[in-house]
């Protein structure tokens, strides 16, 4: 199964950008690299998802790298609401199940 | 669009006690997962259903779990005995797509179990 590495935590101020990088040098050639994230006391919920072009949406951006064994997400402006874990994720052995790691604990300082 | 349904939302009991836990997932979405996430660690995968069949139970604790999706909609997990180690948040998730894009994987609220 292909691991991801996070780093433990992070910190960031408001309004600033954040980089949250993700490793994941075993990916497969049709591995998604999804992203979640989870709230204090919330269900984890999605972030984005990508498989080898970058990719935008309202939330955030996924950079991929070109050999595909690391990825980032971009908050562009950080709010103390972003304050949470963040999960990269790679499906379980090819299947449609995702496994969760310890992912990166996010502080956004005021 | 209404999200993941999950009941109780909390729930205290003693060690040897039962204990079921529901979930409705979103309309639509044939795939249904229940998570198990305990203080400080990500959520773990304990079984995967597609429609009201189990695809997936390896990580399932059978001797005092147990997890039914009757008629590929509502699902119920249970726990008979409950052990002090089984207190936890239990995840209810469902999704769209059952390929490898994972399209609309959407999580419930969970519910915080603590066994006493």
């Known amino acids: 199964d292909a691991k991801t590495t996070q780093p433990n935590s992070m910190e960031s101020n408001e309004e600033e950008p954040v980089h949250l990088p993700c490793n994941h040098s075993?990916?497969?050639?049709?591995?998604?690299i999804h992203w979640y994230r989870q709230l204090p006391s919330q269900g984890p919920e999605y972030v984005i998802h990508?498989?080898?072009s970058n990719v935008n949406n309202r939330m955030a951006s996924l950079a991929i790298a070109e050999d595909r064994k690391s990825s980032t997400l971009i908050l562009h402006r950080a709010t103390l609401r972003d304050a949470a874990v963040y999960y990269c994720i790679l499906p379980q052995g090819g299947s449609e199940k995702l496994v969760f790691g310890k992912g990166t604990k996010l502080t956004v300082n005021p | 669009e209404a999200g993941v349904a999950q009941s109780p939302r909390y729930k205290i009991i003693e060690k040897r006690q039962s204990v079921a836990f529901w979930c409705n997932p979103i309309s639509g979405h044939a795939t249904l997962y229940w998570y198990q996430q305990i203080l400080g660690q990500g959520p773990k995968l304990l079984i995967q259903f597609q429609n009201n069949g189990v695809v997936d139970d390896s990580q399932l604790p059978k001797d005092r779990f147990s997890a039914e999706r009757l008629k590929g909609v509502d699902s119920t997990l249970k726990i008979q005995p409950a052990k002090l180690e089984d207190s936890a948040v239990y995840l209810c998730a469902s999704s769209l797509t059952m390929d490898r894009e994972i399209r609309g994987y959407t999580f419930g609220s969970g519910t915080r179990l603590t066994v006493v």
């Open positions: 990508g498989l080898t």
């Open positions: 075993t990916i497969s050639g049709t591995d998604y």
